[in-house]
């Protein structure tokens, strides 16, 4: 089965305010997170990721944090845009090659 | 250049038709993998090349599902006797080494009618 999930399968935000969307996985071996947005009719896109070593990373409006302890991964987007409306996936990878993806979160931005 | 590439982006087949489904990766990138990705889920793996070797085949559903990446570049995924249940976008991606970050395609958005 599969090692990640989504908490919630969608979230609606006020355009301005912060989202965050929660990841739950159950490998306690998984090194390495990624985050993915995938837009209508697109391929996934790399958001951010986070290595086991850490448990906070930071990029531009977006921040990642890992629990390791409760095997916990959430994503937070500052000041959401329009833009940002899109599934969210989490993914994570256990020394392999390949991404484990979870459901997806849809994220909508209501202006 | 240009990022990962995918054709066709639609595809419908009758079941019992073989498809063949491309990737052009992108240029220099040595690993590329192949995912299936249903109606609103994630996706899933289903294979991994490095350069022309196939390394990891574990996610392939059926031996119906056969990929090749035959020059070290552009791979094919060929899924012979199409069944309902292959309907499902094909993402492709690639990545310049094994660890380095995956970048994707569009996808193939199959039909099997």
């Known amino acids: 089965g599969e090692s990640v999930g989504l908490h919630l399968p969608t979230l609606s935000v006020q355009e301005g305010d912060n989202s965050i969307i929660n990841c739950a996985y159950s490998?306690?071996?998984?090194?390495?997170f990624i985050w993915y947005k995938q837009e209508s009719g697109k391929g996934p896109q790399f958001i951010i990721d986070?290595?086991?070593?850490?448990d906070k990373r930071q990029g531009q409006r977006v921040t990642v944090l890992l629990n390791k302890t409760v095997k916990h991964l959430s994503l937070q987007i500052a000041a959401t845009q329009p833009g940002d409306s899109a599934v969210y996936f989490c993914?994570?990878?256990?020394?392999?090659?390949?991404?484990?993806f979870g459901t997806g979160t849809r994220l909508t931005v209501i202006p | 250049g240009a990022g990962v590439s995918q054709s066709p982006r639609y595809k419908v087949a009758k079941r019992g038709q073989d498809v063949a489904l491309r990737c052009d990766p992108i240029s220099g990138h040595v690993s590329l993998f192949w995912y299936q990705q249903a109606l609103g889920q994630g996706p899933e793996f289903l294979t991994y090349?490095?350069?022309?070797?196939?390394?990891?085949k574990s996610g392939l559903p059926s031996d119906r599902f056969f990929a090749e990446r035959p020059e070290g570049s552009v791979s094919t995924l060929k899924i012979q006797r199409t069944q309902q249940e292959d309907s499902a976008v094909y993402l492709c991606a690639s990545s310049l080494v094994i660890y380095n970050e995956q970048f994707f395609g569009p996808g193939t958005r199959l039909t099997v009618l």
């Open positions: 993914a994570d990878k256990t020394g392999a090659n390949n991404l484990f």
């Open positions: 090349f490095q350069n022309e070797a196939q390394l990891d």
């Open positions: 490998n306690s071996a998984s090194d390495y």
């Open positions: 986070i290595r086991s070593n850490m």
